[in-house]
């Protein structure tokens, strides 16, 4: 069973990425600050099937210095890495001029730096082992304006540009690194948009309604799988066609 | 298997690996003439973090050393 570690795995995106993965055979390492119900649910049916097949590791990626530990003790514990799915994030909203310098900090602690720390330990592991995969979860946001949202789009371009770079850096160790851009995805991190604007970004959309989880969920799968084996620095939206 | 052992056994077997031309061995050797360019140092110090279990270059102030020699030396003191 190939091992994936999924960041952010114990709800919204990173919960339907999880289950995905599960499904489709992989053993999956969701890591994230507290075990959710949906998660346990998830994982006691998975590992009914496949025993062993789904982990939770509790840890708070905003502690920096404590990602080098956390890759050897996922090392240690479960062997090599196959695919590391970078999605934990914060999405604070809010007019810049107004946003504490705190919240701006971490945003891009947890968004940026954390993703990129974590990505270092793992991917020389990767190496070592002969290749792998990386998938960042991005955002169109990161591509495309929102009133509000000018620091989190400041993160999500930065998984854009690193994706690119990487992907260029370890392609000749065999490791792929690749980002999905979703659009706005019915999630709690998204609950703070009120129906209006919701129909109004559903309205504006080639396919007149948002993505839904599984639909990201799907282009992480993809990335990750073995028909994917030539695709890398490449951003995959997901957005219903909201930005075409 | 001495730390300064491990370390050679991983230079050679990532340069036969990776198909690149090893210098001969010695402490003077600058890392960056050994014939192993910066990602094959990382695979060897990802190589020595599981056979040794330790990573000295994980430390914010830690600099990665420019001769063999220096990087035996970070092993060494690392494990003491």
């Known amino acids: 069973m190939r091992n994936v570690v999924v960041t ?39 590992n009914r099937e496949r025993p062993g097949s789904a982990r939770f590791v509790a840890f708070d990626l905003a502690e920096i210095g404590e990602i080098a530990r956390l890759v050897k003790a996922l090392r240690h514990d479960v062997g090599e890495i196959y695919g590391l799915v970078n999605n934990a994030a914060v999405g604070f909203d809010g007019v810049l001029a107004l946003m504490p310098t705190s919240q701006i900090e971490q945003l891009v602690r947890v968004n940026t730096l954390s993703p990129i720390v974590l990505t270092k330990y793992v991917v020389r592991t990767m190496m070592a082992d002969g290749g792998g995969r ?109 930005t075409a | 298997m001495s730390v300064k052992v491990e370390i050679v056994t991983q230079f050679e077997e990532v ?29 060897v110090v990802a190589r020595l973090e599981d056979k040794l279990g330790i990573d000295p270059f994980t430390a914010d102030d830690a600099e990665f050393p420019v001769t063999l020699g220096d990087f035996i030396r970070v092993y060494e003191d690392a494990r003491r």
């Open chain 1, 134 to 242: 990386i998938v960042n979860v991005a955002s169109i946001i990161g591509f495309t304006g929102y009133s509000g949202l000018s620091v989190y789009g400041a993160t999500k371009a930065s998984m854009l540009g690193f994706t690119r770079s990487l992907a260029r850096e370890v392609g000749r160790m065999g490791v792929n690194v690749n980002a999905v851009a979703p659009g706005f995805v019915d999630t709690e991190m998204t609950q703070g948009l009120a129906d209006e604007q919701r129909q109004q970004i559903a309205r504006r959309s080639a396919l007149r309604r948002l993505p839904d989880v599984e639909d990201v969920a799907n282009a992480v799968e993809f990335l990750l799988g073995d028909n994917a084996r030539s695709i890398t620095g490449t951003v995959l939206t997901v957005d219903a066609g909201n």
């Open chain 2, 15 to 43: 340069a036969k690996q990776q198909e690149k031309t090893l210098a001969p061995l010695s402490d003077e050797l600058v890392l960056l003439d050994s014939g192993l360019d910066s990602l094959c140092l990382a695979i």
């Open chain 1, 8 to 46: 952010g795995g114990s709800r919204g995106l990173g919960l339907g990425i999880v289950r995905r993965l599960l499904a489709a055979g992989y053993r999956t390492i969701a890591i994230a600050r507290k075990e959710s119900n949906p998660l346990s649910l998830v994982m006691e049916a998975a």
